[in-house]
């Protein structure tokens, strides 16, 4: 794998479309389309609209999305979507019309910034995108989530770019248990996650390690509700992590990028403030320039208090722009 930094002068780019906001959720549900006009009004108040580029998704295909989950899930997810049903058969997402067509864009902008972040054509990305994915398994949807965008992203990478090895770092304050059940025997994706424990979903324990040849590319960190800055940026990503991607040496860095581990989310029961993620941001960018030429495609999974989640990524797109 060619390792050398790729866009090194080019910007940080930003993607999204207003048809994100098409999937409804309802009155009062936390993973609502405000969460995206928030982002987009910090990235603003920030100044980050004038140093980033805007880069437009385009609809994954089903073949796409089967690289990561079952042809039987994919129906039941369309099937459930167009028979107009409030939420998924498989688990507690809840659904409107356009759902189905809103979850392939989420996944295809995803793809996307990895073909521009591989191309070299920006530094790396912020994908804002909605519904979130990280609790999406093969075959079930679950956890606000449809189809899980950052392993469809993996995937992608490896089959379209020849990527060999993907670092996935998840700071959501929930567990991606789908991101971990898809890669838990594969060691060519190491997936490190840092998260609330005991906590929806209910894995993620330490002990959880990979299985068969994936043994040892899955790193978690739970940690209980009040953790903050020590146990989550020192202990975990500069004790833990860093030490992990130098053996792993990965071809690329994603980020699930989870705002609920903030302090004051309703969702969650970390304590991280805005120069945390700021710093959580610059450690994967470390690892990335290290071992992965720079590449690097952040993507958007949890944060439910809107101010908070407007501050927070507005804080982890400046690092993305200094890197």
Request: net charge negative.
């Amino acid at each position: 794998m060619n390792r050398s930094r790729p866009g090194r002068d080019g910007p940080t780019a930003v993607l999204y479309d207003d048809a994100y906001k098409l999937h409804k959720t309802g009155e009062g549900h936390p993973e609502s389309p405000e969460r995206l006009g928030a982002i987009l009004d910090g990235l603003a108040r920030a100044g980050l609209d004038q140093v980033t580029r805007r880069l437009a998704p385009r609809p994954a295909t089903e073949q796409e999305v089967a690289a990561c989950h079952t042809e039987g899930y994919i129906r039941t997810a369309r099937r459930d979507i167009e028979s107009g049903a409030a939420s998924l058969s498989t688990g507690d997402t809840l659904v409107s019309p356009d759902s189905y067509r809103v979850a392939l864009l989420a996944a295809g902008g995803v793809l996307e910034a990895v073909d521009a972040a591989v191309a070299g054509t920006v530094k790396n990305a912020f994908c804002v995108v909605r519904p979130p994915g990280h609790h999406a398994t093969p075959d079930r949807g679950m956890g606000f989530c449809i189809f899980n965008n950052v392993a469809l992203a993996a995937r992608h990478a490896q089959r379209k770019h020849g990527i060999e090895k993907v670092l996935i770092v998840d700071w959501d304050v929930h567990h991606g248990n789908g991101t971990q059940e898809i890669f838990y025997a594969d060691p060519s994706v190491f997936y490190f996650s840092t998260h609330q424990g005991p906590w929806y979903p209910g894995t993620g324990s330490a002990e959880e390690t990979g299985a068969g040849k994936g043994e040892g590319t899955t790193l978690n960190c739970p940690f209980p509700a009040g953790a903050g800055r020590k146990e989550i940026v020192e202990q975990a990503f500069r004790g833990k992590l860093l030490p992990a991607a130098e053996r792993f040496k990965p071809d690329l860095v994603l980020i699930s990028a989870g705002f609920d581990s903030r302090a004051g989310d309703p969702l969650g029961g970390f304590r991280l403030a805005d120069e945390d993620f700021a710093d959580l941001t610059l450690l994967a960018l470390q690892v990335a320039r290290s071992h992965a030429g720079g590449r690097l495609v952040s993507v958007l999974e949890g944060g439910y208090s809107l101010d908070g989640l407007a501050s927070a990524s507005a804080a982890h797109v400046q690092a993305l722009t200094e890197a």
